[in-house]
């Protein structure tokens, strides 16, 4: 006959096996999902998060202009990193030029030789502007300045040409201004024929 009080422990030592077996069982697998979830978040981005605005915002309305600062050379110059007048306006260049006597010039060669290295150009010669391209340089503009380029290719032009200016090409043109008409000269042939006619009715 079996001991009651032995088939009690039994029992008891079952049920605390069991719960500890158990009890080992749950905690490995708490371990393996922390492991898995630690796996996840180091091995991809949280897709939630934002990208981040840089703080303090140094732009909130945009760049605005400060002053130019002023640069030391050596102990007593201080120097402004301002661009020069001519720099942002390259028709206030200032000209002082002599047009060599040599190229026997036109005011077209003397605009051209103006321009060198002016950041400027002469449009065609097209239409009436080869009028004014053709003219002979005048013996008073061999001698050009000082004075700024704006001036000096209005002054070559003269008063009957209207300066224009492409800033986008760097082209300089001309137009002829209202008012001024070209007068019309007859050719040395008609001159001659006229005078055959003159001379024969005599």
């Known amino acids: 006959m079996v001991d009651p009080r032995h088939s009690a422990a039994a029992a008891r030592g079952c049920i605390q096996a069991g719960a500890l077996l158990f009890a080992i ?4 697998c708490a371990q393996s999902t922390h492991r898995s979830e630690s796996g996840a978040s180091v091995g ?35 120097v402004s990193t301002s661009p020069r007048a001519e720099q942002r306006d390259l028709l206030s260049q200032i ?26 150009r002469l449009c065609p010669a097209t239409g009436e502007i080869e009028v004014l391209y053709g003219l ?26 209207q300066v224009i200016v492409d800033e986008v090409s760097r082209n300089i043109c001309f137009e002829k201004r ?25």
């Open 25 to 28: 069982a749950l905690a490995g």
């Open 44 to 78: 991809t981005p949280n897709a939630s998060r934002v990208p981040e605005q840089v703080r303090p915002d140094l732009y909130p309305n945009g760049a605005a202009p400060v002053p130019e600062p002023v640069v030391r050379y050596g102990r007593y110059t201080l």
């Open 95 to 120: 000209i002082d030029v002599t047009v060599p006597q040599s190229m026997n010039p036109s005011v077209h060669d003397a605009m051209s030789y103006v321009l060198q290295r002016s950041g400027y």
């Open 136 to 161: 002979p340089l005048p013996a008073s503009q061999y001698q050009l300045g000082p004075m700024t380029l704006r001036n000096t290719v209005q002054v070559l032009a003269g008063p009957a040409w």
């Open 178 to 202: 209202p008012g001024y008409e070209r007068i019309a000269t007859p050719s040395p042939l008609v001159n001659a024929s006229a005078a055959q006619v003159d001379g024969g009715a005599r």
